[in-house]
Each structure stands twice: as structure tokens, then as C-alpha cells.
């Protein structure tokens, strides 16, 4: 018997279903994501292109977030949205340390992205990513959440930093992505694309309670502040004891202490291992680096440190980062 010619073959329904649902999120977020053109002063003076990215309009009245690699050419520039307008944007705020930089363009009527949370995917979920790969306005590709947890370095001159928590997709990335738009099934905005890591590798900074205080307070005070204590570390680790006391296996291992910086003022001394940092714990260098915000510049800090096998206490007043 032949099947009734007025029903789809079984194997087309998921298909189906996997299209509305990337067609939905584009219509819906499509409006929000924007060309980036980038424009520099040339040696001769004169303003010439220096590079080009998406960006994603986070705001009504102008203000739009895409990756610091984007715009490190130049302090302004053009954006073009999806409805053809074209118009000047500067640069509000640009922090390489977190590859994230706010835009402010000339404009009232935005279509804002609906913000989302990163740290509520999972792994295998619905992505789809939304930018300008190429130079082509608008493309459309998706894919799933290959991983999470990833870290990826960035860095400012001689400053480098650990990014927390990017996301890994399979989304098809290409340059021009960089800025772009990373979506959930809902069309909500849960990453930043900054990175093509390889084929079928691309990364996107989350968007969570850490970058949303960054993408504020860029909004705000056009840079982030961060604090300095000057230690180059390791994850290494505890003797047993140690360990079973702390009730964890790795502390942070001193491999350097910098000139007249804060931690040598402290007397932290290579070879030390930092475990604990004002009551909290320190098991490798992201936990230091995670710590060291705004509000610890200025601050006494409590350091717990591990020497010659046993605990010792030092305090340290950790200065501002200054840019290299």
C-alpha cells in the first residue's frame, strides 16, 4: 500500500521543526544586529577604513555591545542595520581585557536585543549565530553549544587575562562574525562572537551577570577599573594534609613577583602558594584574577599563604591596572 500522499515523510518533521525554530529567532533578532564599520586617521590624516565586525543594539536610544578586536582601529565610525538605515556611531567604551566594547550611535529607535543568561545553556542546546561573516549583512547560520567553561585569553598590550565561561558552538564563524549576535532557541542574546578557534570551533564571550556589569560599566565610565597585585601564579598542588584540611587539591603557586608592585610590598615571595584571599578560596589564577576588580584597588586583602609548609598571613593593598 502506498502512503497517503497528503503526509510528509516521518523524517522531514524534525527538519521542519529545527527550521521554524532558527527561522524564528532570526526574525526576531535579526532587526538587532548591525554592521560595523570601523574608521581610523590614516598617517596622512585623512579617515580610512580600519576594519569591519557586527554589533548587537542593546538599547533604544543608540547603545550597541560588540568585541574590543572589532573596533581597536579606530574610534568610530559607520553601523548598517538590517533595514537599509545607515548612521555615525563612536566609541563608548572599550575593555580588550573582556573583548567586549560599547558603541553609541546616532539614533532614538534601536531595536534592542533581549538579553538572556549563559550560565543556563547546555551543552548540545540550540544556537544560532547572526552577523556579517565576509562582509555579507545579515547571514543566518546555527548550530549547538559544543561546550562550556572554556577560557580564552585576551590581552592589552603586556596584560593578559583570562576570559571565564565562553561558550564553544559549532554555528558556522567567519571573520566578520566577530561582534555578532549568539542566540538561544528563545532569541535571547546569551553571547558575544569573538573568536573562530578552528573549523567548526568558534567562541563567544557569555553574556551573564560578570559581562553585563562590564557592558554597564562601559555605558557609564567608558572603561573598566581593575586591580593589580603583581604575581605571576599556577595552579600546583597542596600536600595531602593540606589539602584534606583545605578541602581542596590546588592553591596558587608563585612563579613571579613583580618590581615594586603590591605583592612584593606584601613580602609574597616565589614559591609561596597563595590559598585563600580575603576568606575566599584561591585554588588557581583565574580565582586570583577574579578577584581583582574595582573594589579590591585601594583595599587591604587578607592573603593565606602556604610556605615552607606552613600557613602564613600577609596583607597586600593592591593598586589600579594601568594600561601598558
Keep these: 500500500m502506498w502512503p497517503d500522499a497528503g503526509l510528509p515523510p ?48 542593546i538599547t533604544t536610544d543608540g547603545y550597541l555591545v560588540t568585541s574590543a578586536h572589532v573596533v581597536a582601529g579606530g574610534a568610530e565610525g559607520m553601523i548598517g542595520l538590517g533595514d537599509g ?53 545579515g547571514s543566518v547560520t546555527a548550530g549547538v553549544v559544543s561546550a562550556l567553561g572554556r577560557s580564552l585569553t585576551t590581552r592589552d598590550g603586556r596584560q593578559a587575562r583570562i ?17 555578532g549576535a549568539l542566540a538561544d532557541s528563545a532569541a535571547q542574546l546569551v553571547g558575544i562572537n569573538t573568536a573562530v578557534a578552528g573549523i567548526g570551533l568558534g567562541l563567544a564571550v557569555p553574556i551573564n551577570a560578570t ?3 562590564i557592558i554597564s560599566t562601559l555605558m557609564r565610565e567608558g572603561r573598566v577599573r581593575r586591580a593589580h597585585l603583581g604575581v605571576a601564579g599556577s595552579a600546583c598542588p597542596l600536600a ?19 618590581p615594586a608592585s603590591p605583592a612584593e610590598a606584601s ?26 576588580m574595582e573594589a579590591a584597588i585601594d583595599h587591604f586583602l587578607v592573603l593565606r599563604v602556604l610556605r615552607g609548609g606552613s600557613m602564613t598571613t600577609l596583607t597586600a593593598i593592591p593598586e589600579e591596572l594601568r594600561a601598558a
Excluded: C
Aim: proline share 6%.
Design 267 to 292: 613580602g609574597l615571595r616565589r614559591g609561596d602558594i597563595i590559598v585563600e584571599v580575603d576568606g575566599r578560596a584561591v585554588s588557581d589564577p583565574g580565582d586570583l584574577q577574579r578577584l581583582m
Design 163 to 179: 576570559i571565564d565561561d565562553v561558550i564553544q558552538t559549532d554555528a558556522a564563524l567567519n571573520p566578520g562574525n566577530s561582534g
Design 85 to 137: 538605515r545607515e548612521m555615525p556611531f563612536a566609541v563608548a567604551g572599550r575593555d580588550p581585557l573582556s573583548d567586549l566594547a560599547v558603541l553609541r550611535a546616532q539614533a532614538d529607535d534601536l531595536t534592542p536585543a533581549t538579553l538572556g543568561d549563559a550560565s543556563r545553556l547546555h551543552v548540545g542546546q540550540l544556537v544560532v549565530a547572526i552577523g556579517n561573516p565576509l562582509g555579507f549583512a
Design 10 to 57: 516521518a523524517d522531514e518533521e524534525p527538519l521542519d521543526s529545527y527550521s521554524r525554530a532558527v527561522a524564528g529567532v532570526a526574525e526576531r533578532l535579526a532587526p538587532s544586529v548591525a554592521e560595523v564599520r570601523v574608521l581610523g586617521r590614516a598617517r596622512d590624516g585623512k579617515r580610512r577604513p580600519m576594519g569591519s565586525g557586527s554589533g548587537v543594539a
Design 240 to 258: 595531602p594534609r593540606w589539602a584534606q584540611a583545605l578541602h581542596r587539591r590546588t592553591g596558587l603557586e608563585v612563579v613571579e613577583v613583580m
Design 211 to 213: 559581562t553585563l556589569g
